[in-house]
């Protein structure tokens, strides 16, 4: 055991977690779904980034990036494939991206 702390919720036998929170600190991890099937959906970081996740177990990819000056990633494609397609800046501008 590395010391991280993990958070159910549900009926005995069919609890699932929602949660976990490193030993350290830096991170705590939210999930969503079904007993066995609990999938990542937020990151939260000590820094004050938040990532944000969609897809089914062990699929999650990232979809968008808050970072702690107010600035945001969008991000599209596969796990392992994802790519930045536009950022949006805390005075209001937005850079978009095309490519592969």
């Known amino acids: 055991p590395d010391g991280s702390v993990a958070y ?15 030993a350290d ?11 066995g099937a609990e999938r990542l959906v937020r990151m939260k970081f000590a ?4 990532q944000h996740y969609e ?13 702690p000056d107010g600035t945001v990633y969008h991000i599209e494609g596969e796990k392992g494939m ?4 536009r950022e949006e800046f805390s005075d209001g501008e ?7």
Not at 94 to 100: D, I, L, P, R, S
């Open 82 to 85: 994802e790519r930045l397609v």
């Open 94 to 100: 937005v850079q978009h991206y095309e490519g592969e």
């Open 47 to 50: 820094d004050g980034e938040v």
């Open 8 to 22: 159910y919720e549900g009926d005995q036998g069919v609890e699932r977690m929602v949660r976990m929170v490193h």
């Open 25 to 35: 600190g830096s991170t705590v991890v939210h999930l969503e779904g079904e007993r």
């Open 55 to 67: 897809g089914e177990k062990g699929v999650e990819r990232v979809v968008r990036v808050e970072f």
